[in-house]
């Protein structure tokens, strides 16, 4: 497809499970990142990739958060030991360059659900 | 601390009744500021970029203006589907994106 994609849309998981989410972006975008969106609430920037360069983790809220992207392509999002405060919808998004336009593209997200 | 804040947090208006939504903000050294649009259950659609105070920028029934501390979406004579949650970022002097909470905009027939 032409946009960014995102897998589970849905996930509903048990509190203290690992949980995966998926992106695959916009083919040729170098740039990557991750955002939660909590119910009412602006995005909450979590981790940026850019090309080969070293990824910007710097709103990781915990070491139960970790990302991944392979090369420019496809990058995973994983949470450790699931709590309830991590509910909230996961959104990917990708763009051409770097935030200079702040023209990012963004997938439909991930909505999380921990019991 | 950079923040940026939205206003009124929702508005209803009349198919045809125009109006404006307001994002204000306080960053160190603005390099940019943009509007989305995200319908329930997307992600949020790319709208403008502004990058100075004066410049202004106009899609469709929407123009969005920018000031040294704000910035405005007017939106025109609105159709019910421009219903929708209206987001402003805005990209400080480190390349932080910051986000404000948006505008939630329902547009009655």
């Known amino acids: 497809g032409a946009g960014v994609s995102q897998s589970p849309s849905n996930k509903v998981t048990e509190k203290g499970k690992d949980v995966e989410l998926r992106c695959d972006p916009i083919?040729?975008?170098?740039?990557l990142y991750w955002y939660r969106q909590r119910l009412g609430q602006g995005l909450e920037f979590l981790i940026y990739?850019?090309?080969?360069?070293?990824?910007?983790k710097s709103g990781l809220p915990s070491d139960r958060f970790s990302a991944e992207r392979t090369g420019e392509s496809v990058s995973t999002l994983t949470i450790q030991r699931t709590q309830q405060e991590d509910s909230a919808v996961y959104l990917c998004?990708?763009?051409?360059?770097?935030?200079?336009?702040?023209?990012?593209?963004f997938g439909e997200g991930s909505r999380l659900t921990v019991l | 601390e950079d923040q940026v804040t939205q206003s009124p947090e929702a508005l209803r208006l009349q198919e045809g009744e125009s109006s404006s939504l307001n994002c204000s903000y306080t960053?160190?050294?603005?390099?940019?500021l943009f509007w989305y649009r995200q319908d329930p259950g997307k992600g949020p659609e790319f709208l403008f970029t502004l990058y100075s105070a004066g410049e202004e920028k106009e899609k469709e029934r929407l123009k969005a203006t920018l000031t040294k501390k704000e910035s405005f979406l007017h939106i025109t004579a609105p159709k019910p589907e421009d219903s929708a949650t209206y987001l402003c970022a805005v990209l400080d002097s480190n390349y932080q994106l910051i986000w404000g909470a948006g505008t939630k905009l329902i547009i009655k027939p």
């Open positions: 083919s040729g975008h170098t740039a």
């Open positions: 998004a990708s763009s051409l360059t770097g935030l200079n336009t702040g023209e990012l593209f």
């Open positions: 960053v160190s050294g603005l390099r940019g």
């Open positions: 990739f850019q090309g080969n360069s070293a990824p910007d």
